[in-house]
């Protein structure tokens, strides 16, 4: 396609007041590349969690911005270092799923250290949605290097909750270090990231304990594969109880919190085995946890991010190959975001709400014998 034949102005969804309802009109279309960007034609983009804290001014979000850093799209053109980026190379014309993080410095220890912790350096220039201008727009420039190339049979909806959702609930699972047949709990496990966290855990060979207060989010549970399935509205004795009854007493071998919930964290802890980890991803203000939990109990509570660049261009081949899917909601164009929004803050939601930018890219995803996830 090329920047010389994009159009003048796009039509985008922009934070311009905090705490005020997004602002839907034309700005200009992006042209600049720095060498290690892509310039992606918005396909689908999602609404997540985080887009609330950034529309209430908790992400420090200069303005206006853009909003949402989960989306999907096709590459219409690259900066000049970019094609290297992908261990297969890129190239216009690519199904990409949108990496979060932009221009990490490439200097500091997470830069030079463990690739799995690359997504934490200090001094990047944070991310798309949330730092910068995000996937709620018809284009948005994304950098290469963080960007993963869809397999085939991976639809465009399907990935698009998967840029920040399912690669931070994928990461979690993977950082809880288990083996075939170990439990998992997951709290909050009928959420937009637990029912992800559920069919990730089944597609490791664990075995998993689904704990959600919604009758939404304990059928989608069910529903994902859960082994196990608990209502948390029940309290906290009953839920440790009915872990104990099928890890023989024990608990969970690991958990994984995607529940902001008050009590969400010392539930977390409470099923959880002695000696046992505690993988905390949700973002409450503070997170309460008795003290005998971690000292009477040693259980040990870890953060985690989302995934590498390595680990996300892993997670899509396993949603492919294990036909990992997705409950979405979908709204078609940018127009209806307020009516996603909506739909998200009732509590009635199973999953992820979406919206599709582009029906044209998504219609042409559909080919003759190709089943797509």
């Not at 270092?81 to 297969?88: E, K, L, N």
């Not at 990490?104 to 730092?131: M, P, T």
């Not at 869809?150 to 950082?175: D, H, I, N, W």
């Not at 997951?186 to 966290?197: E, F, N, P, T």
Request: proline residues 5%.
């Amino acid at each position: 396609m090329g920047l010389e034949t994009l159009p003048s102005s796009m039509l985008a969804c922009q934070i311009v007041e905090f705490n005020k309802p997004y602002k839907i009109h034309q700005i200009p279309t992006p042209r600049t590349l720095n060498p290690h960007d892509l310039l992606v034609k918005v396909a689908v983009a999602s609404l997540c969690h985080t887009d609330g804290m950034v529309s209430a001014g908790i992400m420090g979000t200069p303005l206006p911005c853009t909003a949402s850093h989960e989306g999907t799209g096709t590459v219409v053109a690259l900066g000049s270092s970019a094609a290297s980026a992908h261990p297969d190379g890129f190239s216009e014309g690519d199904r990409v799923m949108c990496g979060l993080y932009r221009d990490q410095c490439g200097i500091c220890a997470d830069c030079l250290g463990d690739e799995a912790y690359k997504q934490y350096c200090a001094n990047s220039k944070g991310a798309i949605g949330v730092n910068t201008d995000g996937n709620f727009a018809e284009y948005v420039v994304i950098d290469a290097r963080n960007a993963a190339k869809l397999p085939e049979k991976v639809s465009f909806e399907t990935a698009a909750p998967m840029a920040c959702a399912g690669s931070t609930v994928y990461r979690g699972v993977l950082q809880a270090k288990l083996t075939s047949h170990e439990w998992l709990a997951i709290v909050g496990s009928g959420g937009g990231l637990g029912h992800l966290g559920i069919q990730f855990a089944k597609a490791m060979g664990l075995n998993v304990v689904g704990i959600d207060a919604r009758d939404e989010g304990l059928a989608l549970s069910r529903e994902c594969g859960a082994d196990v399935t608990i209502d948390a509205r029940k309290g906290k004795e009953h839920i440790v109880a009915e872990v104990h009854k099928v890890t023989s007493g024990a608990g969970a071998d690991a958990t994984v919190n995607v529940s902001d919930a008050e009590n969400a964290a010392a539930t977390a802890c409470a099923v959880t085995k002695r000696h046992g980890l505690v993988i905390q991803i949700a973002q409450p203000e503070n997170i309460s946890i008795p003290f005998p939990e971690l000292i009477f109990r040693d259980i040990r509570i870890q953060g985690s991010l989302i995934c590498s660049p390595k680990e996300s261009r892993e997670m899509v081949e396993v949603v492919a190959k294990h036909n990992i899917s997705v409950k979405t909601n979908p709204f078609h164009g940018l127009d209806k975001i307020p009516e996603l929004v909506e739909l998200a803050h009732g509590g009635k939601m199973q999953g992820k709400g979406i919206v599709i930018v582009d029906e044209d890219q998504v219609k042409a995803e559909k080919k003759p014998g190709l089943t797509l996830v």
